[in-house]
């Protein structure tokens, strides 16, 4: 069974940083496109960062020269490294990654439980 587990939330205050990890585990053949997204209080899921297997990055205008979202591909691993917070970055971060479990098979949307980040002002 896959899982993606993440790491790294907290409480900082405005102008921090903070640095979240997400690992794949489980059986599976591939782990394509690997993502962060967030969600508000209140608010809808939104992307935040993604990053292609091959290392090509995206990410949201609100986060953009702030955020840096890296892959160790070798470990299938995740990272979000936060810098210069502000409040409004606060939200529940969950970790997307788009997998295939078997040579042969499609891939599929998987999700970690999502962590907590709170920035103060």
């Known amino acids: 069974q896959v899982q993606l587990v993440e790491s790294g939330g907290g409480l900082v205050q405005a102008g921090g940083s903070l640095r979240l990890s997400c690992a794949a585990s489980?059986?599976?053949?591939?782990?394509?496109?690997m993502g962060w997204y967030r969600q508000a209080p209140g608010k809808q899921r939104e992307l935040v960062a993604r990053?292609?297997?091959?290392?090509?990055?995206g990410y949201a205008d609100s986060v953009r020269g702030r955020f840096t979202i890296s892959r160790d591909n070798a470990k299938n691993t995740v990272y979000l490294q936060m810098n210069v917070l502000r409040p409004e970055d606060t939200g529940v971060y969950y970790c997307?990654?788009?997998?295939?479990?078997?040579?042969?098979?499609?891939?599929?949307?998987?999700w970690g439980q999502g962590t907590q980040v709170t920035v103060s002002s």
């Open positions: 489980g059986t599976f053949f591939k782990v394509n496109v």
């Open positions: 997307n990654g788009q997998l295939q479990v078997t040579r042969w098979s499609g891939q599929g949307d998987y």
């Open positions: 990053i292609s297997s091959g290392g090509s990055t």
